[in-house]
């Protein structure tokens, strides 16, 4: 059975998740095995070794070689496929150098955070094709699969409205966390409805022409001072954002919680979008991060057509698919298991498939493009008022 020997740039969260399904998808595809030879990360090595097998990812990376570069990972590694799951802004400088040693790639999202990284990247893409997955795991869920099987069956006519929508219950880490940084995340556009720009276009199926949007910051904002850390905060124990409350309603809040109250604190809390089809169908979208009840949070989308509907909530398992001129309503009862909804299991299965030469990538690069510019252009629009024409140029 082949090896694939896998470099990591980046160990934290996703690198190391990415990493297990990886090997996990390979091992229950009885094609290859997987084993972590390289790895370039800001953490010291034996925190590397430690934090990979913990929290049940038991991967065992003691035998692999760190690097403390990235180009020295590149210029000496043995790998065979790589992994680049750092933080935002380094995605394009690393994903360049990585194309242009034809070293079939993992891509986190998004894959760039700025117009003139976005024209980079689709020039490195255009000059050198290894393989490249980007991490739109949404797109392959369950409820994605049988949503585009009932529109390509045509059962809801031509595809006339949609309507997409995230709002999460864990929003505090945009807040409390590195995420805070728009520096480095791009802002929650690209952030967060990359992957909802990308899964909803592709039920759609139609071609982006122009997006306006507007983007709000009404709740995670105050005036304390820049840089204030919950554990120094008098007001921890009974803030509803700070450490205490975090963990006492949520189980979670990170261990170096910042104050989302602060002066310093990034990130809009809330944003919507209208992008329109060249046929002259729209989508409207919106994004929210301020809520905490689930009751109140959901992730999904409204497909319309000339005869019929089809809708979806990720945190359910049915999907609604309606008749416009029939007294039809069918409930198809679908099952997100796993990581992003079933999801990620799907696409590091391809990507074990690309890296062997079996199957081509599912979420290639110019759909990580594409979401990218979308994401880029609503941010633009939002800081300009004005419309923005979706086309790869400053």
């Known amino acids: 059975m082949k090896e694939i020997k896998l470099g990591v740039i980046g160990l934290g ?26 790895v ?4 010291p090595k034996e925190e590397c070794i430690k934090y990979a097998a913990a929290d049940g990812y038991d991967l065992d990376i003691s035998a692999a070689e760190f690097f ?3 180009d020295e990972l ?22 360049v150098k990585v ?27 255009d000059a ?33 409205f949609a309507n997409g929508w995230t709002r999460v219950a864990y929003g505090g880490v945009y807040y409390h966390d590195w995420y805070r940084d728009e520096g480095i995340t791009g802002g929650l556009f690209l952030q967060k ?10 039920l759609v199926g139609k071609k982006p022409a122009e997006i306006c949007a507007v983007k709000s910051k009404m709740v995670m904002k105050g005036d304390r001072p820049a840089g204030l850390r919950c554990d120094a905060c008098p007001d921890n124990p009974t803030c509803p954002e700070g450490i205490v409350q975090m963990r006492r309603v949520y189980g979670y809040a990170p261990d170096n919680s910042m104050c989302c109250y602060a002066v310093d604190t990034g990130n809009e809390d809330s944003g919507s979008a209208i992008l329109r089809y060249e ?89 990580g493009l594409m979401s990218a510019l979308i994401c880029l252009k609503a941010r633009q629009s939002a800081e300009t008022r004005l419309f923005k024409k979706i086309a790869f140029e400053k």
């Open 279 to 367: 046929d002259g169908s729209h989508l409207s979208y919106s994004q929210a991060f301020f809520l905490r009840n689930l009751r109140s949070c959901g992730r999904g989308a409204l497909i319309c057509g000339s005869e019929g509907s089809v809708s979806f909530d990720f945190n359910s398992d049915t999907i609604v698919f309606a008749r416009t001129y029939e007294p039809v309503v069918e409930e198809i009862k679908v099952s997100g298991a796993g990581a992003h909804f079933g999801g990620d299991e799907r696409l590091t299965e391809n990507f074990v498939k690309m890296v062997l030469g079996l199957e081509k990538s599912i979420a290639p690069l110019e759909e």
């Open 13 to 38: 969260g996703r690198g190391r998740h990415v990493a297990m399904y990886i090997r996990n998808a390979a091992k229950s595809l009885a094609l290859a095995s997987v084993r972590v030879t390289a």
């Open 128 to 160: 050198h094709d290894p393989g490249v997955v980007v991490s739109f795991p949404l797109r392959y869920t369950p409820h994605v699969k049988v949503a585009k099987k009932i529109i390509e069956r045509g059962d809801i006519g031509d595809v006339a």
């Open 193 to 202: 409805s990359t992957h909802d720009f990308d899964y909803i276009n592709y």
């Open 99 to 125: 194309l242009e040693r034809n070293i079939p790639l993992f891509l986190e999202k998004p894959v760039s955070t700025t117009i003139d990284d976005l024209l980079r990247l689709k020039a490195a893409g």
């Open 40 to 43: 370039c990360d800001l953490k």
């Open 68 to 70: 403390a570069t990235a």
């Open 74 to 95: 590149l210029e000496k590694a043995d790998i065979d496929a790589c992994i680049v799951a750092t933080r935002c802004n380094l995605h394009t400088d690393l994903a």
